[in-house]
């Protein structure tokens, strides 16, 4: 035995941005290989990393570093749920929301050199009926643009906001109702989002006081809101003060019931089908995950 740890690199060849036709000569210019035996996956079909991820932690892998965005982050950290394997990223999306609340770095190289450092913690994970996912839900407005964007020709942040400001005007709030452990509440929300992390992406932080290891989710709500108001809940948004504003209301959880009139979600940005009721709950400290050095967990 040669004591090394045994990592697998999955590698979506199609997702976001980034030198993805680089990476196998990066992997081996920059891993440490006093510390690793590697190997490299690419996936061939949608689903594909949530398999190879079973399936490697299954062989006794020690680390599946998911490379690509947060749909590959998705795929292959639900797939190490509840196992001894740890989820290490390279982010080469057009979002990178978990690696950026790991402090994981968004160069290639760094966060190569980041899995090196070998920084380790136990992060939450949560479940939606049948549906696991690591760092955001969502059940209004971002639902519907995920499913837009996932059928989209052109992938990066500006198509994105392209799709938007296209969709904004149109869309109509969803009437839901929402019991937690604590209250009960029904409106029509613009946005219906569970966080478990802070932002979705690309420094757009609709949750600043979510944290991955606390046992808690955040719950945020936006109602339909005046044209005159948009400017400043963005503002918040990327200035990390989504709790100050007046228009959103945020909710801690450990348990939660929703009802609500539509059948899409977004689960880490993947748009579901899902059922008109649904029964979120976190799974503590449920994923074993590599994280930048500047990351500070809870003990």
């Known amino acids: 035995m040669s004591g090394k740890k045994r990592i697998r690199f999955i590698i979506n060849p199609i997702s976001g941005i980034g030198k993805k036709n680089q990476l196998p000569d990066l992997i081996e210019t920059y891993l440490d290989h006093n510390k690793y035996d590697y190997e490299i996956r690419l996936t061939e079909y949608r689903k594909h990393a949530r398999q190879i991820a079973i399936d490697s932690s299954l062989e006794g892998f020690d680390i599946v570093c998911a490379v690509g965005g947060d749909g590959s982050v998705h795929e292959v950290g639900t797939g190490l749920i509840g196992t001894v394997t740890q989820l290490a990223i390279i982010p080469t999306g057009s979002g990178n929301g978990l690696a950026r609340h790991l402090k994981i770095p968004l160069n ?7 899995i090196n450092e070998g920084h ?4 939450d ?6 549906k696991p996912f690591l760092g955001f839900g969502g059940y209004g407005f971002d639902a519907l643009i995920a499913k837009r964007f996932d059928e989209y020709h052109k992938r990066g942040f500006s198509s994105y906001v392209k799709l938007v400001l296209k969709e904004f005007f149109r869309y109509k709030p969803v009437h839901t109702i929402i019991e937690t452990e604590n209250q009960l509440i029904e409106d029509h929300y613009f946005l219906c989002s569970i966080a478990n992390s802070s932002e979705f992406g690309n420094g757009f932080c609709i949750s600043p006081n979510s944290k991955l290891d606390d046992g808690i989710l955040e719950l945020c709500l936006l109602r339909p809101i005046k044209l005159t108001a948009l400017p400043g809940l963005v503002t918040d948004f990327f200035r990390r003060k989504a709790d100050q504003n007046k228009n959103i209301q945020i909710i801690s959880f ?3 019931r929703i009802r609500m009139k539509g059948n899409i979600a ?5 748009p ?3 059922r008109n009721e649904l029964n979120i709950e976190v799974k503590p400290k449920s994923l074993n995950i590599l994280v930048g050095k500047n990351y500070n967990a809870i003990h």
Do not use: P, R
């Open 120 to 123: 380790s913690s136990k992060m």
């Open 266 to 270: 977004h689960y880490d940005g993947e």
């Open 108 to 114: 290639i190289i760094e966060a190569i050199k980041c």
């Open 272 to 274: 579901f089908n899902v």
């Open 125 to 130: 994970t949560i479940l939606a009926n049948d």
């Open 254 to 256: 450990k348990k939660a």
